[in-house]
């Protein structure tokens, strides 16, 4: 069983930025990957960014050069910087840790980007 909580999501200006924080239960080290997935009002989800237990990362199109994800194992944290944030990037962003053959979801945190 792994829990994941996230936090750091909030009201920002456009051009802001914003850190979100996802806190595993247990040694990230021991999950094959922990990622950041985001779900606007009458979309789709969609994978933001990836980080696998070899350090691989992957990022949606969409957020390449704005956002970046990283993982401090010491602190079992995954970390998922935002800048240049935009209002299309308004959307509940939730962390997932993959320990197969489950995913493990965290609550959602809301982020909203104002014009």
């Known amino acids: 069983q792994v829990q994941v909580v996230e936090s750091g999501g909030g009201l920002v200006q456009a051009g802001g930025s914003l850190r979100l924080s996802c806190a595993a239960s247990r040694s990230i080290t021991s999950i094959n990957a922990m990622g950041w997935h985001r779900q606007a009002p009458g979309k789709q989800r969609e994978l933001v960014a990836s980080?696998?237990?070899?350090?691989?990362?992957n990022y949606a199109d969409s957020v390449k050069g704005r956002f970046t994800i990283s993982a401090d194992n010491a602190k079992n944290t995954v970390y998922l910087q935002m800048n240049s944030l935009q209002p299309e990037d308004t959307a509940v962003y939730y962390c997932a840790a993959r320990f197969v053959p489950r995913t493990y979801w965290g609550q959602g945190t809301q982020v909203t980007v104002s014009s």
């Open positions: 980080i696998t237990r070899g350090g691989g990362t």
